[in-house]
């Protein structure tokens, strides 16, 4: 069966760090890119970050770049977004998909379940 998990959600005071991780079971990472997307409360997804599957290219919203880093191990099937300097803003539920890449969610395959990110004081 062919799945994402993602992890490492959870709840940080503003200006605070989170790493969320993204791991595949059932396939090889190796072939996708990897796009983190998120969804807040009465919003439309919004594509954060996504990274090629080689891990040679990378591309970021407006709203999170030179706070967010997306990262890839392939040997462990695995991708993560470190995320710094946190605003209340980034509250959302965060997904990892598999794809084609870009920001576009709706040109990816295979979704996680989501985790939940709240950046609250």
């Known amino acids: 069966q062919l799945q994402l998990v993602e992890s490492g959600g959870g709840s940080v005071q503003p200006g605070g760090s989170l790493r969320l991780s993204c791991a595949a079971s059932?396939?090889?990472?190796?072939?996708?890119?990897i796009g983190w997307f998120r969804q807040a409360p009465g919003k439309e997804r919004e594509g954060v970050s996504c990274?090629?599957?080689?891990?040679?290219?990378?591309n970021y919203a407006d709203s999170v770049k030179g706070r967010f880093t997306i990262s890839r191990d392939n040997a462990k099937n695995t991708v993560h977004l470190q995320m710094n300097s946190l605003k209340p803003e980034d509250t959302a539920i965060y997904y990892c998909?598999?794809?084609?890449?870009?920001?576009?969610?709706?040109?990816?395959?295979?979704w996680g379940q989501g985790t939940q990110v709240t950046v609250s004081s």
């Open positions: 059932g396939f090889t990472l190796d072939y996708y890119a």
């Open positions: 998909a598999a794809g084609p890449g870009g920001l576009d969610g709706g040109d990816y395959d295979y």
């Open positions: 990274i090629s599957n080689s891990g040679g290219s990378t």
